[in-house]
């Protein structure tokens, strides 16, 4: 198993660099910087490409309608270069709160977007002239729809790899589908192993029926919290915040992603009561009607011995990473864990 951790976007590049370098040395493998309305995750990972030697670098995620397929391309080819082949391309469609709300951009078609993307991606880093006619994207543009000067043109660069792993941040089972049919990893999230397959099994199956042999095994990465002690069992309190923002605050009704997984899960009525408070206003109700099983059942949190069997269990879904978020308050604290994780896994 894996190990993986998101670094704090909120926070400067060089105090996360120092960190990441001792997590490396902790037996950390693979990093994910996020990008959401903060500073982006580029320039993150190349500062950290160059304060790292061995560990995988990944963005988590680049939303698909904030560059470029083409410029996406681009910037992966050029991570993997900097990094000597350690980037991962993470890629997500996020929400209409942040694409609309702070991008300016129309969500639609996110899941025939993320198809050509990826085509288009793949295109450039085997250096092709780049001729594309998807029904989301047309390069060159054709005459009617521009100058009529545009022509292929092909990657000036020889990428370290022509094949740079993508992974697909998904949720809904047709996202899900895409992501086992054409991509190397597929990133859930609030992954619950024993009802992965109820919720995404069907999906998962009907993808890897069309999948491409030389994709290889699917990797699945999952997030759960971390915190490994005899006396942690209170920290789930304090996931219960997070869980109630996305099942609560992340869409309206009809319109939340995540309200409709803990539905799926079994806790509708109480995804029902959560988003009804975040939406008034009450986000310290909603937490607190966020249900004990579902947190204790998408973390790593109690005694060694419970996480190293709740391992056994993320493994026996499919998980191929842990991307772990530590319940630490400090950098030595959060080094500690990763290697109490590292002798578990």
């Known amino acids: 198993m894996k190990i993986g951790l998101g670094i704090n976007y909120s926070g400067g590049f060089k105090e996360a660099a120092a960190e990441v370098a001792d997590l490396e040395r902790a037996g950390l493998d693979i990093v994910f910087v996020p990008e959401a309305y903060s500073f982006d ?23 698909i309608y904030t560059r470029t397929p083409s410029l996406t391309a681009m910037t992966a080819a050029g991570l993997d270069h900097v990094s000597d082949g350690r980037f991962i391309l993470g890629l997500g469609a996020s929400g209409p709160q942040v694409i609309e709300g702070f991008h300016g951009v129309p969500y639609d078609a996110p899941i025939g977007r993320t198809r050509e993307l990826v085509e ?5 880093w085997r250096r092709e002239r780049l001729e594309y006619q998807g029904k989301h994207y047309r390069i060159p543009l054709p005459a009617e729809r521009g100058t009529g000067l545009g022509k292929a043109l092909k990657l000036i660069n020889h990428p370290v790899r022509e094949r740079i792993p993508v992974l697909l941040a998904a949720l809904g089972p047709k996202n899900v589908e895409l992501a086992a049919e054409i991509a190397e990893g597929w990133q859930p999230i609030f992954f619950l192993p024993e009802k992965a397959r109820q919720v995404w099994g069907e999906a998962l199956e009907n993808g890897l029926a069309k999948r491409d042999s030389q994709l290889g095994a699917l990797e699945v990465y999952a997030s759960p919290t971390l915190a490994i002690g005899e006396n942690v069992t209170p920290l789930l309190e304090f996931v219960k915040p997070h869980v109630a923002l996305y099942i609560g605050g992340m869409g309206a009704k009809g319109r939340n992603f995540y309200h409709a997984l803990a539905t799926k899960y079994g806790y509708g009525a109480q995804a029902d009561r959560i988003q009804e408070l975040y939406l008034a206003g009450k986000k310290e109700e909603a937490a607190k009607a966020v249900p004990d099983d579902l947190i204790r059942d998408i973390s790593l949190i109690g005694p060694a011995s419970y996480v190293k069997e ?13 991307n772990v978020v530590p319940m630490a308050a400090t ?9 109490q994780l590292r002798e578990l896994c």
């Open 41 to 63: 995750a580029v320039s993150a990972l190349g500062y950290l490409a160059a304060k790292t030697e061995t560990l995988l670098l990944a963005s988590g995620i680049l939303q």
């Open 120 to 124: 288009i991606c793949r295109k450039v």
């Open 310 to 322: 709740r391992i056994a269990a993320f493994a026996e879904a499919g998980v191929t990473t842990l």
């Open 331 to 339: 950098p030595a604290e959060r080094v500690k864990l990763i290697e």
